[in-house]
Antibody, heavy 122, light 107 residues
Framework: QVHLVESGGGVVQPGRSLRLSCAAS????????MHWVRQAPGKGLEWVAV????????YYADSVKGRFTISRDNSKSTLYLQMNSLRPEDTAVYSC???????????????WGQGSMVTVSS | DIQMTQSPSSLSASVGDRVTITCRAS??????LAWYQQKSGKVPKLLMS???TLQSGVPSRFSGSGSGTDFTLTISSLQPEDVATYYC?????????FGPGTNVDIK
């Protein structure tokens, strides 16, 4: 069965860092483009970042550019999101998501993790 | 960047009603448009990709149409289990922006 499980969330002070992990199982991570999406409490979905299957291409939302870094270790079937210089407005549930088809960049997201809560507060 | 808008932001309809949600892109995105359903406290579920391709297991009362800048999601006969927030998303290129969502409730 295909699964994505996030970890690493928690409460952090403004300006500090946090690294999220997304463990993939039931499929070959190295074949798929992967994304991070976040949802602030009571708000809509916000796309955060994308990484190609081999890690060679990455793009970020303007709201996190220069502060967040997406990466992957296909040998460990794990996706990461390094979050630096965190702000209160980064408070959200962060979910990883897989695109529908192997090898595709432009594709919808068919598999989502349950998410990891990040709270930025002093 | 291309902006995504949805209308209405919320709607309330009776069981059996036909419901239509509109999504508009600020520039043409061909048919690189997905629809997601998110029930309260749950993970988003992919309903439709390529603007009109129903995902496996999604009831046939859901349908999608459109291309370019204007898209619609239609529920032909609203059911109680359809209560959710519906999001459109562009996926032709980064940023992979979501629309603001449409809350659907039962009257």
């Amino acid at each position: 069965q295909v699964h994505l499980v996030e970890s690493g969330g928690g409460v952090v002070q403004p300006g500090r860092s946090l690294r999220l992990s997304c463990a993939a199982s039931g499929f070959t991570l190295s074949s798929y483009t992967m994304h991070w999406v976040r949802q602030a409490p009571g708000k809509g979905l916000e796309w955060v970042a994308v990484i190609s299957n081999d890690g060679s291409n990455k793009y970020y939302a303007d709201s996190v550019k220069g502060r967040f870094t997406i990466s992957r270790d296909n040998s460990k079937s794990t996706l990461y999101l390094q979050m630096n210089s965190l702000r209160p407005e980064d408070t959200a549930v962060y979910s990883c998501a897989r695109v529908t088809s192997a090898g595709r960049w432009s594709d919808a997201f068919d598999i989502w993790g349950q998410g990891s809560m990040v709270t930025v507060s002093s | 960047d291309i902006q995504m808008t949805q209308s209405p932001s919320s709607l309330s309809a009776s069981v059996g009603d036909r419901v239509t949600i509109t999504c508009r892109a600020s520039q043409g995105i061909s048919n690189y448009l997905a629809w997601y359903q998110q029930k309260s406290g749950k993970v988003p579920k992919l309903l439709m990709s390529a603007a009109s391709t129903l995902q496996s297991g999604v009831p046939s009362r859901f349908s999608g149409s459109g291309s370019g800048t204007d898209f619609t999601l239609t529920i032909s006969s609203l059911q109680p289990e359809d209560v959710a927030t519906y999001y459109c998303q562009k996926y032709n290129s980064a940023p992979f922006t979501f629309g603001p969502g449409t809350n659907v409730d039962i009257k």
